[in-house]
Structure formats: C-alpha cells, structure tokens
Nanobody, 119 residues
C-alpha cells in the first residue's frame, strides 16, 4: 500500500512564501509523474492542476497562473516532491493535493493540506 504524506499547509499573507512537501511511504514504487493539484473553496467539484514533474527528469509543467511563482522539485532517492510557492495571492487559497502517477489508470493522492492566503 502506497501512502502520500504531505506537510506544509499554513495561513500566510499575500506576497509571502510557503513550501509544501509530499513523501511516499509504504511499498516501493516508481512513479512516472508526481505533481500537485488544488481545490479552491468555491470550486468543490474541481481539482485544478498546478504543477507536475516527470520522475525521470525533464522540464516541469505548470499551470499558467503559477508560472514564475511556484517551483516543483523532487528527491528521487526519497520519493519526495516539493512545491515552493512564492508571491502568494489570495486566489491561491485552496487545499493542495499531492499526486503520484504510476500508470495510465493508477494515481495515488495525498490528503491535502490547506493553504490560506490572506489579503
């Protein structure tokens, strides 16, 4: 059983920074992608893609609204992925979910810490 353990959710002021982390535990697995999604308070049925990184390397992917502000990185040895968030805006307020994809129909999800950005 694979579990994704997340940390880093907090209340921050607009313009501030925050780092989220996500570590995989349980049986050994090799994701092909790990990434972050978020769900805003007013969009309970939508989980928005934020950023992703291919585990074998290459250019990370970002949604347009976070480009230049958020950085995704990974630690392959520990199966850890980070999301460095800077210049935070109130519209970044959401529950942030870590995701690990191991195949076309196999994705594990973290529990999602709350990130609240106050204006």
């Amino acid at each position: 059983q694979v579990q994704l353990v997340q940390s880093g959710g907090a209340l921050v002021q607009a313009g501030g920074s925050l780092r989220l982390s996500c570590a995989a535990s349980g049986r050994t697995f090799s994701p092909d992608f790990m990434g972050w999604f978020r769900q805003a308070p007013a969009k309970e049925t939508e989980r928005e893609f934020v950023a992703a990184i291919r585990w074998s390397g290459g250019t990370p992917y970002y949604t347009d609204s976070v480009k230049g502000r958020f950085t995704i990185s990974r630690d392959n040895a520990k199966i850890l992925v980070y999301l460095e968030m800077s210049k935070l805006k109130p519209e970044d307020t959401a529950v942030y979910y870590c995701a690990a994809r191991t195949g076309p129909n196999s994705t594990y999800w973290g529990p999602g810490p709350q990130v609240t950005v106050s204006s």
